[in-house]
């Protein structure tokens, strides 16, 4: 597909369309867990529409909402025992997305067997919904690797989310970018201390990379990890003064799934390590005083971000050395993308996979 941008010299700065809606054949936190309700419902997560929905026991699943027969939302369908049933005709799904019910053909329907809804890996943890959203038969799904803080009970933590008028890729690019915290933040209890001129660095870890400063470290936000290991994320550490009470700096995992090409799904999992009283403290303090704090840093965030008006910015940059993380960040997220575009080549010329339902609405009269 082609670059859609290009600059007067002819530089290479666009974002591939597909880009555009996100990274698929990755795992994406979807929805808080205390989101979903007993009812099936419709989201919008990497520009498509799709249905989640939890079966008689609990399990979530995740289908695109469409239903295989003629095309009606199943976010609007009932969930009945493990099944979801599409209003419109009553055709029930199991989790696997195969069909199990052709009511309208009764118990001899010979469609029941040939109808099959992708049906896309689905986790939960720490009170998130994570997703597999790709070609499961082209890409295998790689387990769902967390990062330890998620993992290891010596964390403790909250969620906070966030829906950003932005593309995806702007949230990733000031994740990846420690320099503005001495200016955007400035007014806030430590993003403003330490110096505002600084060298930073990239350096490779086994899943993705680390971009840090040269002259300050526990100062402010002085190093960002990046991890691209079948899931995208961030790990930051934000110091806090004496006053946080014990436990060392906050530890924010950061997440952007996209919603489409213009909005962005925000998880900041803010944690701390501590135990017993502390980890009590700790909780009542960011209950009553910090979480209010970090909305307003996470604010200014929204703020410059939405002021980049979409990625046509990226037609006009000018990039300072402090931006060696944000340029890494996107040549990796680029390599990735032709990676996978490349694959989806290869497996065309072996032939159209058609979707079930599209072969048998050929071969049916109308
Ligand atoms: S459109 Fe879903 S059963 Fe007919
Ligand atoms: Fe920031």
């Known amino acids: 597909m082609a670059v859609e941008q290009q600059t007067l010299q002819g530089r290479r700065v666009g974002v591939e369309e597909g880009l555009r809606r996100g990274l698929r054949n990755f795992w994406h936190p979807i929805l808080q867990s205390k989101n979903l309700g007993a009812g099936p419902l419709g989201l919008r997560?990497?520009?498509?529409?799709?249905v989640l929905w939890r079966d008689?026991?609990?399990r979530p699943h995740l289908f695109p909402d469409r239903c295989p027969h003629r095309g009606a939302r199943l976010s609007l369908g009932r969930i009945q025992g493990d099944l979801l049933a599409c209003w419109y005709h009553g055709f029930e799904f199991a989790g696997s997305g195969e069909c199990r019910s052709v009511p309208v053909e009764g118990a001899e329907s010979k469609l029941i067997t040939r109808l099959t809804l992708p049906s896309y890996p689905v986790e939960e943890h720490w009170g998130l919904i994570w997703a597999y959203i790709g070609e499961v038969d082209l890409f295998p799904p790689p387990p769902l690797r967390l990062p330890e803080e998620l993992v290891d009970p010596a964390w403790s933590g909250f969620i906070c989310e966030a829906h950003w008028p932005a593309n995806w890729t702007l949230v990733f690019d000031n994740l990846a970018d420690p320099m503005h915290g001495p200016f955007l933040h400035s007014r806030s209890y430590t993003l403003g201390k330490g110096l505002k001129f600084d060298r930073l660095h990239v350096?490779?870890?086994?899943?993705?990379?680390?971009?840090?400063?040269?002259?300050q470290r526990g100062v402010n936000f002085d190093w960002s990890e990046v991890h691209l290991g079948g899931?995208?994320?961030?790990?930051?550490?934000?110091p806090y003064p004496w006053f946080a009470g014990p436990g060392g700096p906050l530890r924010i995992l950061g997440f952007a799934t996209p919603l489409d090409a213009e909005h962005s799904l925000i998880y900041f999992l803010r944690l701390r390590r501590s135990s017993g009283w502390r980890r009590a403290l700790w909780r009542f303090l960011y209950r009553t005083f910090w979480e209010d704090q970090h909305w307003k840093v996470i604010e200014q965030d929204r703020v410059m971000l939405e002021s980049q008006r979409g990625l046509d910015s990226r037609l006009f940059e000018h990039h300072a050395q402090s931006d060696v993380g944000v340029i890494h960040l996107r040549g990796l997220l680029n390599r990735e993308y032709a990676r996978q575009q490349e694959r989806y080549r290869q497996a065309a010329t072996r032939?159209?996979?058609?979707?079930?339902?599209?072969?048998?609405?050929?071969?049916?009269?109308?």
């Not at 997560?45 to 799709?50: K, Q, S, V």
């Not at 990379?209 to 002259?215: S, T």
């Not at 899931?231 to 934000?238: Q, T």
């Open 45 to 50: 997560r990497l520009g498509e529409d799709l």
């Open 56 to 58: 008689g026991q609990g």
């Open 203 to 215: 350096r490779e870890l086994e899943d993705g990379f680390i971009v840090e400063r040269e002259l």
């Open 231 to 238: 899931l995208a994320w961030f790990r930051i550490d934000i």
């Open 351 to 366: 032939g159209p996979v058609r979707h079930p339902s599209e072969a048998e609405a050929e071969e049916r009269p109308v």
